[in-house]
């Protein structure tokens, strides 16, 4: 093997023989040992920023969005030595350790040590019951859920039944809803589908501002103009509207983050600005194909809408007066399995009478109103349980106050809006 320390200069002032003990010189007051190559790796970090002070160096990977974001250097100093964590990594034992995916034990011992007590006030608005790292990348928003939240204990006491002065308001909004319903089914199909349009547009406008309030930043604009066009062209050309109204939702709500409309993370904002358009928007849309039959489809919708209602005063006083079995706690807490049943009975019995006495639904017999019932009292359960799991997400206990003894429009029409597309599926095998 050739020897490139051919310069004696150089060894004398550079370094001794190759894999020799001799300690360097490198210069002014301090030295320091090298190890003999065939000696384990120590896993120290040279210093090589001049005593720069790493720490200072923010945690975390950092999202970039503006140019002002680009100014300074990608490796800033002290950056490089660091982890996500802001740690200075301590060897390749410790690297290992430090990245290492938490084992089932730990999380479980985790979420344990996340759950809020009721007593205590929740920071930050993560919901009780739910783990730290569930919210990890939603809190790294700043503003994150900084409206009101409620503890555990607060929200399951938030779905108890209401009492008899909240009961009297309730009654008052249902009877002042049901009679401006009726008369729209009166006047005729365009008034009713206009009465639809506005109560979709209601009810999103409520989920978008409770997102907002919570810390997200949703394309508000285009969610309701999704919301109200697709009921109407529903209604005026048929099933034909939802692929062009979702495509054109879809490319829009991009672009409104690709233009920096709001500067925010597009992710989570552009999912939840399409969760609001599918839930309420596609899903009310169905109301509009349900009336476009005439003049039987104030009939159809008006059937479908009188076996959820039903089904919902039945499941309320079935459950206050008798319900002591949990349905699903973890989503909502009073709500039982009795008053589930009393629910179901009450839809199946009310479309029985529908498939008697109401066009055009009589038209197939009392079979076809049960049917009805049926389908009915299968959906409206899961639209109930489906907003009730987004508040419990959200931690408030209703969408809005609108709605006196109700909360807000979404609050009364969650269940509605399940029940429209599967009546209208069980209508198009009946009546086409």
């Known amino acids: 093997m050739s020897d490139w320390r051919g310069d004696d200069e150089f060894d004398a002032e550079w370094a001794s023989p190759l894999g020799g003990n001799e300690p360097i010189d490198v210069g002014g ?10 000696e384990a790796a120590t896993g120290e970090v040279p210093e090589v920023f001049g005593g720069d002070d790493a720490s200072n160096t923010p945690p975390g990977p950092r999202f970039r ?3 002002s974001d680009w100014a300074e250097d990608d490796l800033s100093t002290g950056e490089v030595l660091l982890d996500d964590s802001g740690a200075q ?4 034992a410790g690297r290992r350790r430090a990245t290492a995916k938490p084992t089932r034990k730990e999380k479980r011992a985790a979420r344990k040590a996340t759950i809020v007590d009721p007593e205590v006030e929740v920071d930050s608005g993560y919901d009780a019951g739910y783990g730290q790292d569930d919210y990890d990348d939603f809190n790294s928003e700043p503003g994150a859920l900084e409206g009101v939240q409620l503890s555990r204990d607060e929200y399951d006491r938030s779905d108890e039944p209401r009492g ?3 009961l009297g308001s309730r009654l008052v909004t249902a009877l002042i809803v049901a009679a401006v319903a009726l008369l729209a089914f009166v006047i005729g199909r365009t008034t009713t589908v206009l009465l639809v349009t506005v109560i979709v547009l209601a009810c999103a406008f409520e989920l978008y501002e409770a997102l907002r309030r919570a810390g ?3 394309a508000t604009v285009i969610g309701l103009l999704g919301c109200g066009s697709i009921v109407l062209i529903a209604y005026n050309e048929g099933d034909a509207a939802f692929p062009l109204v979702a495509m054109l939702v879809v490319v829009f709500t991009f672009l409104w983050y690709l233009l920096e409309v709001v500067k925010a993370r597009p992710t989570i904002n552009i999912s939840l600005t399409l969760m609001v358009f599918a839930w309420i928007g596609i899903m009310g849309a169905f109301a509009g194909l349900l009336l476009r039959p005439d003049p039987a489809g104030t009939g159809l919708l008006l059937g479908v809408v009188i076996c959820a209602v039903g089904g919902d005063i039945g499941s309320y006083f079935v459950g206050r007066a008798s319900g002591h079995t949990p349905l699903l706690p973890r989503v909502s807490p009073n709500k039982t399995l009795e008053g589930l049943i009393g629910g179901a009975v009450t839809s199946i019995v009310l479309g029985g009478i529908i498939g008697v006495v109401l066009h055009p639904w009589a038209d197939k017999g009392i079979l076809a109103g049960l049917a009805l019932g ?5 959906a409206a359960p899961i639209g109930d349980l489906s907003e ?3 508040k419990r997400e959200l931690g408030v206990k209703d969408i809005s106050s609108f709605l006196p003894g109700h909360g807000g429009f979404l609050d009364r029409f ?3 809006l399940f029940t429209l597309p599967v009546g209208y599926y069980l209508a198009l095998q009946l009546f086409s």
């Open 29 to 38: 007051s301090s030295s320091a040992d090298l190890p003999h190559w065939t």
């Open 65 to 67: 969005m503006g140019d």
């Open 89 to 92: 990594p301590a060897g390749r």
């Open 164 to 166: 008899t002065a909240d």
């Open 216 to 218: 997200y930043h949703t």
């Open 374 to 378: 049926l389908v009915v009292a299968i």
């Open 388 to 390: 009730s799991l987004i």
């Open 414 to 416: 969650d269940a509605i």
